[in-house]
């Protein structure tokens, strides 16, 4: 098992570092002039000039994107035209609009996402796998079909429906909840878990009605295998069939699907993000967007990124956990 979890990471570790070529191929070696947009549409060529001595562009490629990377592990300095600036590492660079660094927005962003992905996580998973247990065990009969129903529902809804639905009824209409507006958990910690509640459900709800589907058809699978026919005829219980034998091997590619689902939220929330009001990094991405200010948007996409391969990581591992024949591949 040591053995396959170090293996894991070394791919990931991989990954991130083809990731980050990639990223930076794309926003900094693609047509058009970066330092033109550190600069404003405003600057003169003698001032586009300087910011391109300052960002090392007229480097050659291999050279800039070394210093990229060095950035990243050792820190970076800055000119600040009257000073230097030192960028600790990891060092994802200096906004071009604010003069902040990227990790300084980024580690005051995240905290707001995390809270957002990690609560919806838990809601989606317990009720997914709850609901797709039941509706597998219930095979046939109408609680089965009811829940069926309800998946499907689920499924098609976008999320800013369930979200608008849910602020109409429990914030305007029943009265039962204020508005949300997101507090840090450092703060309060009540408050914090009472204002995300709403965005938590909104996004749980769509997720967990695709995690219901799959719990459903990988346990109806499970089920029919032969391993399991042998045990019941052996007279085991069907309570202990279904907790010792069919669970574990059911549960594995909701592992692997919860693992990369909870790396894009990382980021990906926007639209929950949006609607409730939570601070987070979706928000921050797509103002960085409209701003073209390059740093922070690589910055913000290498976190996503190391999100998911991390996460895919652990996944793997847990995968082999439940399922112990991956090892031995």
């Known amino acids: 098992m040591i053995r396959f979890a170090g293996r894991r990471l070394l791919q990931a570790a991989v990954v991130l570092l083809v990731l980050a070529a990639v990223l930076y191929a ?124 309800f998946t499907l529902i689920g499924i098609a809804t976008p999320v800013f429906i369930t979200g608008i639905l849910l602020l109409l009824v429990f914030c305007a209409w029943l009265r039962w909840l204020p508005y949300p507006t997101y507090v840090p958990l450092t703060s309060d910690p009540q408050q914090w878990a009472w204002n995300l509640l709403l965005p938590w459900v909104a996004l749980a709800l769509v997720e967990a009605a695709k995690y219901a589907r799959l719990t459903r058809s990988s346990m109806l699978e499970t089920l029919a295998e032969d391993h399991i026919r042998t045990f019941r005829a052996y007279g085991v219980g069907e309570g202990a069939l279904v907790r010792r034998h069919a669970l574990r091997g059911a549960l594995s590619p909701v592992i692997a699907l919860s693992a990369l689902d909870l790396g894009t939220m990382f980021g990906g929330a926007l639209l929950t993000e949006t609607l409730f009001g939570v601070p987070g990094l979706g928000q921050q991405l797509v103002q960085s967007v409209q701003l073209k200010d390059l740093p922070v948007v690589v910055g913000i996409v290498l976190v996503m990124g190391l999100a998911v391969v991390v996460a895919n990581a652990v996944a793997d591992v847990l995968y082999a956990l439940a399922d112990r024949r991956v090892v031995l591949r």
């Open 26 to 149: 794309t926003f900094y070696l693609a047509p058009g002039n970066a330092a033109q947009l550190a600069c404003g549409p405003r600057c003169s060529v003698a001032q586009v000039h300087q910011i391109r001595v300052q960002m090392r562009l007229d480097d050659p490629v291999y050279a800039q994107f070394w210093h990229f990377v060095q950035g990243i592990f050792t820190g970076h300095d800055y000119s600040t035209g009257t000073g230097t600036l030192h960028c600790p590492a990891p060092c994802l660079g200096q906004s071009y609009r604010t003069g902040d660094l990227v990790t300084h927005i980024i580690a005051e962003k995240l905290p707001a996402t995390a809270s957002l992905a990690l609560g919806a996580m838990v809601l989606w998973l317990v009720l997914g796998i709850g609901t797709g247990l039941l509706s597998a065990l219930r095979r046939g009969s109408i609680v089965e079909r009811l829940l069926t129903g």
